[in-house]
């Protein structure tokens, strides 16, 4: 796998450092994740990697961090600017001790500026961005889209994108670097081209909800089916959009209404039109038909659609389907982690971890456990 070799220092966090860890050790990285418990039910994404549960506020326990930084090629840390410095454990230091190091930092409103200290979420650095004002219905209030924009497309991605690059320049430096990840940045980047077309007339007229690609237009939106389920809409191109209202025997519609009524009126027909259908008839009625009309799949259905069972899209982790890694490499593709982080296995990794990379021997751990220094996993012996 393309990281093969990689060895990555994850500090546990909400969300993003999380997932930004988790793309890492599916294309190959060796993660170790230090957590405040050795089994924390809240993390859903320790599959794969090496869980140590050390407490940062004891002088002893930031002693075995810098010990274990040495080692590694990547660390990465979700907290607010200042907190890692207070741990003793700020980049000066690790990058002193270890020149190779990749240092990743990732917070929402980045290392600098009068928010960074501020706390926040997806909604609020979408909202900061200036992306979440461009998503939601005409005359209604911006629609936050869960918290995948910022969190993970701005934050858990492109962190993981910088450090790849930083990983990339150190072979011709030799030197590591600081990765300032800021999830308002991260959104806003994503959504480069929304800020760069907004000078298109065609496309943009200035009003959320009202414009081509964000539900104003009847030939690029969501429809509601028979049996409560949706079907997508999306044929911009007049080829596509010929074949759309052909198979919806609606061969008088107008791709581009002239008026608001006009407008209306043809949403209503196309509206009216998949009322008249399930969802499964639709599907089949153009599944060979290059219209850009597809099935809304919910989480039930989308490991048995057959694009997704032909490329194995999905596979199935404790009865709950999780997308396989992307894109897929062809000589080096990444592998999806089935092994649970709170595993027997895990916690055999995460012992190595201590006794091998650490040099600690059994008295040593026993002392650091009486001493409230680190905790073991419950089936962990020594």
């Not at 060796?30 to 407490?55: E, F, H, Q, S, Y």
């Not at 496309?203 to 429809?223: A, C, E, I, M, P």
């Not at 911009?236 to 061969?251: D, I, M, R, S, Y």
């Not at 009126?265 to 009625?285: G, M, N, P, R, Y």
Request: some cysteine; overall charge negative; aromatic content about 8%.
């Amino acid at each position: 796998m393309p990281l093969k070799g990689v060895k990555v220092l994850e500090f546990s966090g909400l969300a993003p450092a999380p997932f930004c860890g988790k793309i890492l050790a599916d294309f190959g990285a060796k993660v170790t994740v230090i957590d405040r418990v050795p089994d924390n039910p809240v993390n859903c994404m320790n599959n794969g990697k090496r869980v140590l549960a050390i407490n940062l506020k004891k002088s002893l326990g930031q002693s075995l961090i810098r010990r274990l930084a040495k080692t590694q090629d990547v660390l990465i840390e979700p907290f607010r600017p200042g907190v890692m410095e207070k741990l003793n454990l700020g980049p000066e230091l690790l990058c002193r001790d270890n020149p190779r190091l990749i240092y990743a930092r990732l917070t929402g409103f980045g290392q600098s500026g009068p928010l960074s200290a501020r706390a926040g979420h997806d909604i609020n650095y979408a909202a900061i961005s200036g992306v979440l004002s461009m998503l939601g219905r005409e005359n209604e209030k911006p629609l936050p889209p869960i918290n995948i924009l910022a969190d993970f497309a701005g934050g858990s991605l492109m962190c993981a994108l910088g450090i790849c690059l930083a990983l990339l320049e150190r072979h011709r430096s030799g030197r590591g670097q600081v990765v300032d990840s800021s999830m308002v940045e991260g959104a806003a980047y994503i959504a480069s081209w929304l800020f760069m077309s907004r000078s298109i007339p065609l496309l943009w007229q200035g009003v959320r909800g009202s414009n081509v690609l964000d539900g104003g237009s009847y030939f690029y939106d969501t429809y509601l089916t028979k049996d409560g389920k949706f079907m997508s809409v999306g044929c911009l191109e007049p080829q596509f959009f010929e074949l759309f209202k052909e198979k919806l025997g609606l061969l008088e519609l107008s791709q581009y209404p002239d008026g608001d009524e006009e407008k209306q009126a043809a949403k209503d027909c196309v509206t009216e039109a998949f009322l008249q259908k399930t969802q499964a008839e639709w599907s089949a009625i153009f599944e060979d038909i290059d219209a850009c009309v597809y099935p809304v799949l919910d989480w039930d259905c989308v490991m048995t659609h057959p694009h997704n069972v032909e490329r194995e899209s999905f596979d199935l982790v404790d009865n709950i389907p999780v997308p396989h890694p992307a894109p897929r490499l062809s000589r080096t593709p990444g592998t999806l982690n089935t092994k649970s982080g709170s595993s027997k296995e895990a916690a055999d990794d995460a012992l190595d971890v201590l006794i091998q990379e650490l040099q600690l021997d059994n008295y040593e751990l026993k002392n650091l456990v009486k001493e409230d220094i680190i905790q073991l996993p419950v089936q962990t012996k020594l």
